[in-house]
């Protein structure tokens, strides 16, 4: 019944993602007739009128946390401002386990807290409220998020792991790293799992695995044969009826799911809408010519994107780019998920293509030359 999305936008970038924008719309909807017809009353009486609409009308109250103004806001009903980079103390690691404390240097704008903080401000605000009902078995699960700063929960999460309760990246060692240290490390940080704090300086682990000893009960590394799934039943249900293999996936230019690239200048400007790369001999059989806006389609939605030849794509297997607010390339995503991995198919499906038009002053920007 309720919905929480922090940090991401699964309008633009879920599998589905028309279809979940339908059925999202139809559902938030049912919660915003409620807030609008109770508009003015008490907390408590609002509080009971969205849990009957969710509960026996199909309602869904939206929950959302993000630094920028997105296009899940328009399904909404409470929206908390996250502080980001600069604007708070942010401990964070990268794909070599590294590390680091990037610190604060500015207010973040207007009620913007970080993400640990309005967490913390959640969990108090339920435990009060359990208090109030005298439910005080249940509010004892909400103990603990008396923090006032970021290093109060990272002291309380990261530094506590190996704890009753607590597991984290920080490991047994954990509790070595600490706000002064990590500062003193600066820009190389630490690598993870950290060995110890010798000499003024926090030792981490460069390579892992060195010793040959692995988490098996023989401590040998296992290597099982993984035979080559079937394509998803959804898209081979699809494939007789639509012509082009579509690839799914990131320009350079986009960084993790656009959400910030997008709003630079340079960036809006050289990709208005998404790009969809076609090798030249699908371009002619189309009718195509570089900036012509087309419509790509199948059962699962539509999308519109600007079609440019590419001699980087196979004939048959266009490349489009994902994270478009305005073209979600994840439109026409199917809903299928691996049952093993539980990783969905975001990579490829098929689709039919046709022209739409042209609109010269929205490609006035975009370059069609070969990246390579």
């Known amino acids: 019944s309720v919905m929480f999305i922090w940090g991401c936008d699964p309008t633009v970038n879920t599998i589905a993602a028309e279809q979940f924008r339908e059925a999202l719309a139809r559902r938030s909807e049912i919660v915003k007739r409620v807030l609008d017809e109770y508009e003015g009353a008490d907390l408590d009486t609002l509080a009971d009128k969205v849990y009957e609409a969710c509960k026996y009308y199909g309602g869904l109250l939206v929950v959302d946390v993000d630094i920028y103004p997105r296009p899940k806001q328009e399904y909404s009903h409470i ?47 339920i435990k009060a409220e359990l208090e109030r009902q005298g439910r005080y078995d249940l509010a004892k699960r909400f103990e603990g998020f008396d923090w006032k700063t ?20 920080g490991g047994p060692t954990g509790y070595i790293a ?25 030792i981490g ?25 079937d394509l998803p039943p959804q898209i081979k249900k699809m494939m ?11 320009l350079n230019h986009m960084w993790q799911s656009n959400y910030h690239t997008l709003r630079l200048e340079f960036t809006k400007d050289r990709w208005p809408l998404a790009p969809i790369f076609l090798h030249e001999s699908d371009m002619k059989e189309l009718g195509l010519q570089d900036g012509d806006i087309v419509r790509v ?15 980087e794509v196979r004939p048959g297997e266009p490349f489009m780019a994902f994270g478009f607010a305005n073209s979600p390339m994840n439109n026409l ?11 969905p198919y975001y990579k490829g499906t098929v689709a039919s293509i046709e022209r739409i038009g042209r609109n010269e002053s929205l490609i006035e920007e975009v370059s069609f030359k070969e990246r390579g």
């Open 240 to 250: 007789g009826r639509h012509k082009y293999w579509i690839n799914n996936g990131r």
């Open 178 to 202: 600490t706000y002064d240290r990590l500062r003193k490390a600066g820009n190389n940080g630490v690598q993870l799992p950290i060995k110890a704090y010798k000499h003024g300086r926090l």
């Open 333 to 343: 995503v199917t809903d299928f998920v691996d049952p093993d991995t539980k990783i």
């Open 205 to 229: 682990t460069r390579l892992l695995y060195t010793d040959y000893k692995f988490g098996t009960k023989s401590g040998k590394a296992r290597f099982l044969p993984t035979p080559q799934p």
């Open 150 to 169: 970021e290093e109060d929960a990272f002291n309380d999460g990261f530094r506590m792991a190996g704890k009753e309760e607590i597991d984290s990246q």
């Open 297 to 311: 389609w199948n059962d699962y939605g539509s999308v519109r994107a600007i079609a440019i030849t590419s001699d």
């Open 79 to 125: 929206v908390f401002p996250a502080a980001t980079t600069m604007e708070m103390n942010l401990t964070s690691m990268n794909g070599e386990r590294r590390m680091r404390l990037s610190e604060k240097v500015v207010e973040p704008p207007g009620s913007a807290k970080p993400d640990c903080l309005i967490a913390a401000a959640i969990a108090n605000a």
